[in-house]
């Protein structure tokens, strides 16, 4: 751990506690806005990143750990994100149009549990506003210079972005949104997510039934290979999943995955599961729960994944990782990358070197 690295852990250290004093959704932008603040402080100043690069879907990882969607849903603050040492970044959810999501108040934290609850319901400004902030980002331009051939010193963090339907969208009409949404980003981004997991879009997860699913992938592997074609590139699509699902609906996934031609997918969403958390202040709020109760659940559906998957087939594991023995819980289960949100809130933005050391060091004892 350098000086810097230091420094960052001492002063979440001593925020922390003003931070929790806030509503959580108002300290959340407290705490992004302070991050785009010394992101842009001398680079002596910030922790340098853990470098472990890997090659999957077909893109070069500066490091395995990655933010989960959610923490920058409009795309306004990757360059902050990018510089705290992240291998990549996923963004969004974004859908077609703008929303104002769930009313307020709908974020609660369980610190007993290491925990949060949230019932955001995709609130963004739409997919042109975050176009429009993906392509002002230096983490992009840098991204797209990459891709030209040119030489870019310091490799940026892979772009994923992250797509979603509008709630007002009925289920039968979702196919449209995600179309919209694929169409849009696919010029812009590394990799895309399709999100059909969160608890707080009514029915969404109906979308992870067998025909429901079926239908959407099938739509989107025919218009992936379209746009392929039309714009000269192919960033890999990802799925994004639930936690709480069977074996028989974890089959049901593996088999779309697979003959759609999926690329590769993350597991897992929040759950809707109170068993972890049951009477603590806030356990009984409605959304989805994430953080330290959902690590194992996440754990159980990534090795069904493997073990049902091809083998190499890549999968991000996302869910409950506090430390750097969290992360390498994940790998172990049979992730390839691992991604951080709650975890952040509760020990800071040092978990992420902490997380990218700890799996470089399982790397290398298994090499």
């Given at each position: 751990?350098?000086?810097a690295e230091k420094l960052s852990a001492l002063g979440y250290q001593l925020l922390r506690p003003l931070l929790f004093s806030q509503d959580p959704e108002r300290a959340h932008h407290i705490g992004m806005q302070i991050m785009d603040v010394l992101a842009a402080a001398p680079a ?259 090795r069904a994944l493997r073990a049902g998957l091809p083998a190499r087939y890549p999968i991000i594991g996302v869910g409950g990782i506090m430390s750097g023995a969290d992360a390498v819980a994940k790998i172990q289960a049979g992730a390839d990358l691992v991604q951080l949100y709650s ?25």
């Amino acid at each position: 751990m350098d000086t810097a690295e230091k420094l960052s852990a001492l002063g979440y250290q001593l925020l922390r506690p003003l931070l929790f004093s806030q509503d959580p959704e108002r300290a959340h932008h407290i705490g992004m806005q302070i991050m785009d603040v010394l992101a842009a402080a001398p680079a002596c100043l910030r922790p340098d990143r853990v470098e472990d690069p890997v090659q999957l879907l077909r893109l070069t990882f500066p490091n395995r750990v990655g933010v989960a969607a959610g923490l920058d849903k409009n795309a306004s603050h990757i360059d902050g994100l990018a510089a705290l040492g992240f291998g990549f970044l996923e963004l969004g959810t974004v859908t077609p149009l703008a929303q104002p999501g769930n009313p307020k108040p709908r974020l609660f934290r369980l610190p007993e549990a290491q925990a949060i609850i949230n019932r955001f319901g995709f609130n963004n400004d739409g997919l042109a506003d975050f176009v429009a902030n993906v392509q002002r980002s230096s983490t992009w331009q840098k991204r797209q210079a990459l891709e030209r051939g040119a030489l870019v010193e310091n490799t940026p963090p892979v772009l994923g972005l992250n797509i979603g339907k509008n709630a007002a969208t009925p289920l039968e009409s979702a196919t449209g949104d995600y179309l919209k949404g694929l169409a849009r980003v696919w010029p812009l981004a590394d990799y895309v997510a399709i999100n059909i997991s969160s608890p707080n879009t009514a029915n969404l997860r109906k979308l992870q039934g067998s025909d429901e699913l079926d239908g959407l992938l099938g739509a989107l592997d025919t218009e992936r290979r379209r746009l392929a074609e039309e714009l000269g590139r192919n960033p890999p699509l990802l799925l994004k999943i639930a936690p709480d699902l069977d074996d028989d609906q974890i089959t049901v996934i593996i088999d779309a995955l697979t003959r759609h031609h999926i690329d590769g997918v993350i597991a897992t969403n929040t759950t809707l599961s109170r068993d972890a958390v049951q009477g603590l202040a806030n356990a009984t709020e409605s959304g989805g729960l994430s953080g330290r109760p959902v690590f194992e659940a996440s754990n159980r559906v990534i090795r069904a994944l493997r073990a049902g998957l091809p083998a190499r087939y890549p999968i991000i594991g996302v869910g409950g990782i506090m430390s750097g023995a969290d992360a390498v819980a994940k790998i172990q289960a049979g992730a390839d990358l691992v991604q951080l949100y709650s975890g952040l809130i509760y020990q800071g933005p040092s978990l992420v070197n902490a997380a990218a050391r700890a799996i470089h060091g399982h790397d290398g004892t298994m090499r």
